[in-house]
Nanobody
Framework: QVQLVESGGGLVQAGGSLRLSCAAS????????MGWFRQAPGRERDFVAG????????YYADSVKGRFTISRDNVKNTVYLQMNSLKPEDTAVYYC???????????????????WGQGTQVTVSS
């Protein structure tokens, strides 16, 4: 059974940086697409960034483009989200997601996600 475990969340001031990690286990990830989503209180879960595991090609939501970078380490089976120039509106619970047979675009739809992590809280103070 595939498991996704996020880490790296916390409290940071506006303009600061955080790096989230998602450790994946229990599967062969070469055909997977991985993504990050976030959910703020009272709002829907929104797509943030996606990556095709094999090619490393990426895709971003407009709201984070140029500030966030998604990457993966094939040896460690870990996906990262480097978040720079953080804003208070980035405050949310961040979730790691896996699409078993998708790509960086298909994982952007939550309906295609097969596995979710438990989430990690990111709070950006003004």
């Amino acid at each position: 059974q595939v498991q996704l475990v996020e880490s790296g969340g916390g409290l940071v001031q506006a303009g600061g940086s955080l790096r989230l990690s998602c450790a994946a286990s229990g599967g062969t990830f070469s055909n997977f697409a991985m993504g990050w989503f976030r959910q703020a209180p009272g709002r829907e879960r929104d797509f943030v960034a996606g990556i095709s595991w094999t090619s490393g090609s990426t895709y971003y939501a407009d709201s984070v483009k140029g500030r966030f970078t998604i990457s993966r380490d094939n040896v460690k089976n870990t996906v990262y989200l480097q978040m720079n120039s953080l804003k208070p509106e980035d405050t949310a619970v961040y979730y790691c997601a896996a699409d078993r047979r998708g790509n960086r675009f298909t994982v952007a739809s939550g309906a295609n996600v097969d596995y979710w992590g438990q989430g990690t809280q990111v709070t950006v103070s003004s």
